[in-house]
């Protein structure tokens, strides 16, 4: 195992990999959130180490694994960039998509790190609450490694995701709440079980599964990352990683600056802009979240601290985008990209279509968008957008709807 640390987000105690399991014992769980640090005197890594076409364990060198510890067989990791011009007006717009892993989100970054942590520490069980993506990926990622999972989630949650946990086999737990609350329950159940926790900001190994997808956007971009990057938040631990991973390629000498994160929030579910528009020292602003896009429909934060901190020294910031917004933008990315992102991750798009239309990002810059799941992770909210006429299967038939459509649109047709 390579030579770690961990600090305290809060206090700044350092603790060896030993010393410590999740949260600093001092501050909790909240405050205590822990930031992994590695010796970049002795770590040697160099551009030519990297492939576009590898997978995440390419930089083992910057995580917290040894080399011969448990790798579960599915590819995790090197996710389509693509780039667009004149998106939005921008002259350079690249998405990141993670719609392509295993179970189709961002979140197998995280799981693939924490099975891997399970075995090493001969668990049988892991466990997480979740909205529903880090569950699916949990549950999927455990299925291939042999580990009971048990899934925590809100009973609202979309159809997809638990169809998901079903035919991966997990032990679901649906609660009649919401996710702040499936949360708690989780990490009493978890440790009176002696269950692995798979929880987000509470296991510290998860941002360093995240971190990647930063360092696959440095290697895709020849290690010249962009100027921007846009990322959905929710918990607040996928954006830290976006900056954990810059970070760490930075001080390791691979890349010469580190984006600015701009945070986007649901105006529903807004907490962590509150706690970041209130300055320092920053402090939890909870209450109870509502917006369609389920994936950061989060109203007690945890990974707040962490989150506001990175954002800050990236000199980025956090925003929020109403439903409509979030919507809007997922109908009109795919009809112009041809990515279809669920409802979370075309919340970036959103923001990138406020930032333009309010002045805050020049239209020439590199801006890159984290689209962090699949759009049929989530179809309630496209399937009620328009309805499919029906038609008789008659060529005259056909040929007059054709013609319809092609004079009026998408204006009301009547087959009478």
């Given at each position: 195992m390579k030579k770690f640390r961990f600090r305290c987000m809060n206090c700044s105690r350092l603790y060896e990999e030993n010393d410590v399991e999740y949260t600093c014992p001092q501050c909790g769980t909240r405050l205590g959130t822990l930031e992994t640090l590695y010796d970049f005197d002795n770590i040697s890594i160099k551009k030519s180490d990297f492939d576009s076409c590898s997978d995440i364990w390419q930089f083992e060198a910057l995580l917290p694994v040894s080399a011969k510890s448990f790798r579960v067989n599915l590819k995790i990791g090197t996710t389509p960039l693509y780039r667009f011009e004149n998106l939005s007006g921008v002259k350079e717009v690249q998405i990141k998509y993670d719609g392509t892993t295993p179970t189709a989100s961002f979140k197998d970054r995280a799981t693939v790190i924490a099975v891997n942590r399970a075995v090493e520490k001969n668990y049988s069980s892991i466990y997480c609450a979740s909205t529903g993506n880090a569950a699916a990926s949990?549950?999927?990622?455990?299925?291939?490694?042999?580990?009971?999972?048990?899934?925590?989630?809100?009973?609202?949650?979309?159809?997809?995701?638990?169809?998901?946990?079903?035919?991966?086999?997990?032990?679901?737990?649906?609660?009649?709440?919401?996710?702040?609350?499936?949360?708690?329950?989780?990490?009493?159940?978890?440790?009176?079980?002696?269950?692995?926790?798979?929880?987000?900001?509470?296991?510290?190994?998860?941002?360093e599964g995240k971190k990647t997808a930063a360092m696959e956007i440095c290697v895709q971009t020849e290690f010249d990352p962009p100027d921007t990057v846009v990322v959905p938040v929710g918990d607040g631990t996928v954006i830290s990683s976006f900056y954990k991973g810059f970070s760490d390629f930075y001080n390791a000498g691979i890349i010469k600056k580190i984006p600015q994160l701009i945070g986007v929030q649901a105006s529903g579910a807004n907490s962590l802009e509150l706690a970041f528009k209130k300055g320092e020292p920053f402090w939890p602003v909870?209450?109870?979240?509502?917006?369609?896009?389920?994936?950061?429909?989060?109203?007690?934060?945890?990974?707040?601290?962490?989150?506001?901190?990175?954002?800050?020294?990236?000199?980025?910031?956090?925003?929020?985008?109403?439903?409509?917004?979030?919507l809007s933008a997922q109908k009109e990315l795919a009809s112009s990209t041809g990515i279809f992102s669920e409802p979370a991750g075309a919340a970036s798009y959103a923001a990138l279509k406020k930032l333009v239309h309010e002045n805050r990002i020049e239209k020439s810059s590199r801006v890159c968008l984290a689209v962090t799941g699949n759009g049929l992770k989530d179809i309630s909210a496209v399937s009620s957008c328009k309805t499919v006429e029906h038609l008789k299967p008659d060529v005259q038939d056909i040929k007059e709807y054709l013609d319809f459509k092609e004079t009026y649109g998408d204006e009301s047709y009547d087959e009478n």
């Amino acid at each position: 195992m390579k030579k770690f640390r961990f600090r305290c987000m809060n206090c700044s105690r350092l603790y060896e990999e030993n010393d410590v399991e999740y949260t600093c014992p001092q501050c909790g769980t909240r405050l205590g959130t822990l930031e992994t640090l590695y010796d970049f005197d002795n770590i040697s890594i160099k551009k030519s180490d990297f492939d576009s076409c590898s997978d995440i364990w390419q930089f083992e060198a910057l995580l917290p694994v040894s080399a011969k510890s448990f790798r579960v067989n599915l590819k995790i990791g090197t996710t389509p960039l693509y780039r667009f011009e004149n998106l939005s007006g921008v002259k350079e717009v690249q998405i990141k998509y993670d719609g392509t892993t295993p179970t189709a989100s961002f979140k197998d970054r995280a799981t693939v790190i924490a099975v891997n942590r399970a075995v090493e520490k001969n668990y049988s069980s892991i466990y997480c609450a979740s909205t529903g993506n880090a569950a699916a990926s949990l549950a999927g990622l455990s299925a291939a490694a042999g580990l009971k999972a048990y899934i925590f989630i809100p009973s609202k949650a979309p159809a997809a995701k638990i169809a998901q946990l079903m035919v991966y086999n997990a032990m679901i737990l649906a609660i009649d709440s919401d996710y702040d609350t499936a949360f708690d329950l989780s990490m009493k159940i978890g440790e009176e079980k002696n269950w692995y926790c798979r929880n987000s900001a509470v296991n510290p190994y998860l941002i360093e599964g995240k971190k990647t997808a930063a360092m696959e956007i440095c290697v895709q971009t020849e290690f010249d990352p962009p100027d921007t990057v846009v990322v959905p938040v929710g918990d607040g631990t996928v954006i830290s990683s976006f900056y954990k991973g810059f970070s760490d390629f930075y001080n390791a000498g691979i890349i010469k600056k580190i984006p600015q994160l701009i945070g986007v929030q649901a105006s529903g579910a807004n907490s962590l802009e509150l706690a970041f528009k209130k300055g320092e020292p920053f402090w939890p602003v909870d209450f109870s979240g509502k917006t369609i896009a389920d994936s950061i429909n989060v109203g007690k934060p945890r990974d707040f601290l962490k989150a506001c901190t990175y954002i800050k020294k990236s000199k980025g910031d956090l925003i929020s985008v109403t439903d409509d917004e979030i919507l809007s933008a997922q109908k009109e990315l795919a009809s112009s990209t041809g990515i279809f992102s669920e409802p979370a991750g075309a919340a970036s798009y959103a923001a990138l279509k406020k930032l333009v239309h309010e002045n805050r990002i020049e239209k020439s810059s590199r801006v890159c968008l984290a689209v962090t799941g699949n759009g049929l992770k989530d179809i309630s909210a496209v399937s009620s957008c328009k309805t499919v006429e029906h038609l008789k299967p008659d060529v005259q038939d056909i040929k007059e709807y054709l013609d319809f459509k092609e004079t009026y649109g998408d204006e009301s047709y009547d087959e009478n």
